[in-house]
């Protein structure tokens, strides 16, 4: 039984243009939400390509929202001077809350620069009591170490050769009977 095109019209002038649920990635009307508004599951894609073939986001209308009154046929619409009141107290709230963020912006920059007025003491009281090495005396500090790395091998290269241990390198000498140890 064909699902009927006004019922799938009813349905897609409901949809929310501004609520991402609504629609697919490419601005289609997502077919559950259609079937879910319209409490009809027979409702295909094609039912709706056939009751509105160029329907998309784009194309649809916001719905009437419960803040704004809608006005219809029947009675006329008439302006109301209360709108202004309530724009113009958004307004003043709004403004309130951009000077406090101003404020709250202007306390920031002031701790920053505190804070950095802090730090540059601190590094220039620890450059007084540890100053930096120049090129010239880490080179130096470095060929230093290196000179000490070398003497220190070599001695314990001296040292194990001037204790006498042949460990097999040495002939026995006549008459000293070899042990295996």
């Known amino acids: 039984m064909p699902v009927s095109k006004e019922k799938v019209l009813a349905a897609l002038s409901q949809l929310d243009p501004t609520n991402d649920e609504h629609w697919t990635d490419d ?8 079937q879910k508004i319209a409490q009809d599951p027979e409702i295909r894609r094609s039912d709706i390509n056939a009751a509105a073939p160029t329907f998309t986001r784009e194309t649809a209308e916001p719905a009437p929202s419960a803040e704004a009154p809608v006005a219809t046929a029947v009675e006329p619409a008439v302006p109301s001077t ?27 920059h002031k701790a920053v620069v505190e804070a950095t007025k802090v730090q540059q003491v601190a590094k220039a009281k620890l450059d007084l009591a540890f100053p930096p090495m120049s090129a010239a005396d880490n080179i130096k500090q470095y060929l230093e170490s290196q000179t ?10 001296d040292m194990a050769m001037s204790a006498r241990r ?12 070899v042990t295996a140890k």
């Open 82 to 108: 209360d709108w202004k009141a309530q724009a113009k107290a958004a307004a003043l709230a709004a403004d309130k809350v951009l000077d406090d963020a101003k404020a709250a912006l202007a306390a920031a």
């Open 166 to 177: 042949s460990r097999g390198w040495q002939r026995p000498k006549y008459g000293q009977q």
């Open 27 to 34: 601005g289609m009307p997502v077919t559950s939400v259609v």
């Open 148 to 157: 000490n790395e070398r003497a220190r091998q070599y001695s314990q290269i």
